[in-house]
C-alpha cells in the first residue's frame, strides 16, 4: 500500500490516487488522512448497526429516487474537504463511474466511543454547509438513541433526541416516517 504524499490534492487527484489505495481516505484540507475510523477499527456493534441502517433503509426507499450508500462514497463538503459518513442517503442521478454522491440529503454517522467527539462536533457542522444535506443523524452503539438534526431554513437547524427500539424519525425529503434500527442485536 502506498502512503499518502503529503502534498497538497484537488479533488480530482485524489480520486485518481484513491484508486490505488487499499484503505478509504479522506481528503482534508488538500490532504488525504485516514478516518478516525480506520485508524481505531470498528466494533461489532457499530458494523451491525451500519447494516441495519443500510438495509432498513433499502427496504423503505426501494422504487424511489433516494438510496443509502455506505462510506465507499464520500460526501463533498463546500470548503473542499471529503468526508466518507458511514450511510448517505442520496437522492440524485449518479454515473457509475462516481466516487461522491451528488445529492446527498440525510447523512448518518454511527457513534463509536473512540470517534463520537469528532463525529458530533467537527463533522456535524461541515455536513452543514452540504445545501443539499436536510438531515444529519448521530446514532449512538452503547444505547438505542439518535440525535437528529433537521435544517429549518437555510442556515437554520433543530435537533431532537429519539430514545428507545420503536422510535421513528420522520425524514420528509425521503420517505414520510422511518423507523431507525438502532439496535444492534439484530
Not at 485508524?39 to 447494516?51: I, K, L, N, P
Not at 474537504?81 to 454511527?110: F, K, S
Request: hydrophobic letters at 40%; aromatic letters at 6%.
Amino acid at each position: 500500500m502506498a502512503e499518502p504524499n503529503l502534498q497538497r490534492m484537488s479533488e480530482g487527484e485524489f480520486f485518481a490516487w484513491q484508486e490505488g489505495q487499499d484503505r478509504l481516505y479522506e481528503l482534508v484540507d488538500g490532504l488525504p488522512v485516514l478516518p478516525l475510523k480506520m485508524v481505531t477499527g470498528a466494533s461489532q456493534a457499530h458494523d451491525r448497526t451500519v447494516v441495519n441502517i443500510i438495509s432498513a433503509l433499502h427496504r423503505q426507499l426501494r422504487g424511489g429516487p433516494c438510496r443509502p450508500t455506505t462510506d465507499d462514497l464520500a460526501v463533498r463538503i463546500p470548503s473542499g474537504n471529503l468526508r466518507r459518513p458511514d450511510v448517505t442517503v442520496e437522492c440524485g442521478q449518479a454515473a457509475r463511474r462516481d466516487m461522491a454522491v451528488r445529492d446527498p440529503r440525510v447523512v448518518i454517522e454511527v457513534l463509536s466511543p473512540s470517534t463520537m467527539s469528532f463525529d458530533r462536533f467537527k463533522k456535524v457542522l461541515e455536513y452543514q454547509t452540504v445545501p443539499t444535506v436536510t438531515h444529519v443523524l448521530l446514532v449512538d452503539t452503547e444505547a438505542p438513541r439518535v440525535d437528529v438534526l433537521a435544517r429549518t431554513g437555510t442556515e437554520a437547524w433543530t435537533s431532537a433526541r429519539y430514545e428507545g427500539l420503536d422510535a421513528k424519525i420522520d425524514l420528509p425529503t425521503i420517505a414520510p416516517c422511518w423507523r431507525l434500527p438502532t439496535s444492534s442485536r439484530d
